[in-house]
């Protein structure tokens, strides 16, 4: 089984600065989700990585599978990206997920 | 528009009394799953499926059953459901190659 570890729990930044979240694995793995989930419980995915590094407007996700270790970047944070962020996993042939257990950001305008 | 479709959105029960959580999917993906989220553990793989008649365990399956006699639906049921299940449910389909798509949710309370 995969152990998934993210940091930090708790994040809360002022609008426009630039945020990190961290996600560490113990086991080799095929694919790294990060997800978002918003207050009202539903799940979307952000990026699907294997390798090197993915940008979709203001989001960058970066994975380095030696170190088995994915970031999250926020560019220019908005009050809007106050959500839960989960990485996850995929392993076991591509259909096993283990998720981290969150990150709660707060962006405070 | 590609989408994942879960249904109850909400549903209240009473323990012992069988039901089914159904999801389905138009992007014609390999992959579903379900999983269930709870405050304090995260989000946690119930079964999954490769693809038609092929199902497999989780890490938390014990009470709980699903079929997939079809690509797109794929089942989540009780038999007997009891208050340790009330939780928030989540099923999600994808393919080797796309990210994954997860249904609105289900909030399910056993009483």
């Known amino acids: 089984k995969n152990e998934v570890e993210q940091s930090p729990q708790n994040l809360t930044a002022q609008e426009g600065e630039f945020i990190t979240i961290n996600c560490s694995y113990s086991?080799?793995?095929?694919?790294l989700h990060w997800l978002q989930q918003h207050p009202g419980g539903g799940i979307v995915s952000l990026f699907m990585?294997?390798?090197?590094?993915k940008k979709h407007g203001r989001l960058i996700a970066t994975i380095n599978i030696q170190e088995k270790h994915s970031s999250l970047h926020i560019t220019a944070s908005h009050p809007r990206d106050s959500a839960v962020y989960i990485c996850?996993?995929?392993w076991g042939g591509g259909s096993r997920l283990t998720f981290g257990e969150g990150t709660q950001l707060t962006v405070n305008p | 528009e590609a989408q994942v479709t879960q249904n109850p959105r909400y549903l209240i029960t009473v323990t012992g009394k069988k039901l089914t959580v159904t999801c389905s999917q138009n992007?014609?993906?390999?992959?579903m799953s379900w999983y269930r989220q709870d405050p304090g553990l995260g989000l946690r793989q119930i079964y999954y499926s490769m693809n038609v008649e092929v199902t497999d365990k989780g890490d938390v399956p014990e009470g709980y059953k699903v079929s997939r006699k079809e690509k797109r639906n794929f089942p989540l049921i009780l038999e007997s459901p009891s208050p340790n299940q009330t939780s928030l449910y989540f099923c999600a389909s994808s393919s080797r190659r796309t990210e994954a798509f997860f249904g609105q949710g289900t909030r399910l309370t056993v009483v």
């Open positions: 992007m014609n993906h390999e992959y």
């Open positions: 996850a996993v995929v």
């Open positions: 086991v080799g793995i095929s694919a």
């Open positions: 990585l294997s390798s090197g590094k």
